[in-house]
């Protein structure tokens, strides 16, 4: 079973709709769990992080932990064409790294 | 100037041969890391150091070794290519004294190995 593993997609959404992006996880004694966004031909940057069961926000993300079922998710509300991108879930440290979905937000 | 640099960007190389990819940084930060990022399989790390005395394998360290020079220097090292060693390679680096420790990540170097 892999570390982190994620819906590869492709993820295709209207403008102005909600993406919703999936992480599982292998090791129940991750503590941190991060979401990076990479666009085509770039490096990662990180979007958000999460350590605590539930739902954190920030703008039009919001990140949402499960630990008891090991799943991590990333919501982006309002999606724009510039959110297309691939979105990387990694958890615990050093970083280990889902595969990645890309996503793509048809105007 | 970019935080996190590496060079090459861009180099192709035959099978056989011994090449180094640097990366520098000027974040100040204590840890640094190497990745490769094929397609399909995502990020994968390599190595690591937490600082310049300490060296530390990942996932896939076979075929590779660093050397970590300096606290803003860490480069990576094929010591034989080979063609599936063609991939990108991301350095990043972290700060452990900054909570929450997040990896900044440079611009990349892609490998092409004949």
């Known amino acids: 079973q892999k570390e982190v593993e994620q819906n590869s997609g492709p993820l295709s959404v209207p403008e102005g709709a909600i993406a919703s992006l999936n992480c599982t996880y292998s090791d129940r004694g991750s503590q941190s769990f991060f979401w990076y966004r990479q666009y085509s031909g770039k490096s990662p940057e990180l979007i958000m992080f999460i350590y605590s069961n539930g739902d954190k926000e920030d703008g039009r993300f919001t990140a949402q932990l499960n630990k008891a079922s090991q799943y991590v998710s990333l919501l982006i509300r309002d999606s724009q064409p510039s959110d297309s991108a691939t979105y990387l879930c990694?958890?615990?440290?050093?970083?280990?790294f889902g595969t990645g979905t890309r996503l793509t937000v048809i105007p | 100037d970019a935080d996190v640099t590496q060079t090459p960007r861009n180099r192709i190389t035959k099978t056989g041969k011994r090449i180094m990819l640097e990366c520098s940084q000027t974040k100040g930060h204590d840890r640094m890391y190497w990745y490769r990022q094929d397609p399909g399989l995502g990020l994968r790390l390599i190595y690591y150091?937490?600082?310049?005395?300490?060296?530390n394998k990942g996932e896939i360290s076979d075929g590779y070794s660093v050397s970590r020079q300096a606290q803003a220097k860490f480069s990576l090292s094929l010591e034989s290519a080979i063609p599936n060693q063609t991939a990108l390679y991301f350095c990043?680096?972290?700060?452990?004294?900054?909570?929450?420790?997040?990896?900044?990540f440079g611009p990349g170097t892609r490998l092409l190995v004949l």
């Open positions: 150091s937490f600082d310049v005395k300490d060296i």
């Open positions: 990694a958890v615990r440290f050093p970083l280990f």
């Open positions: 990043a680096t972290s700060d452990s004294n900054r909570g929450p420790e997040t990896q900044y």
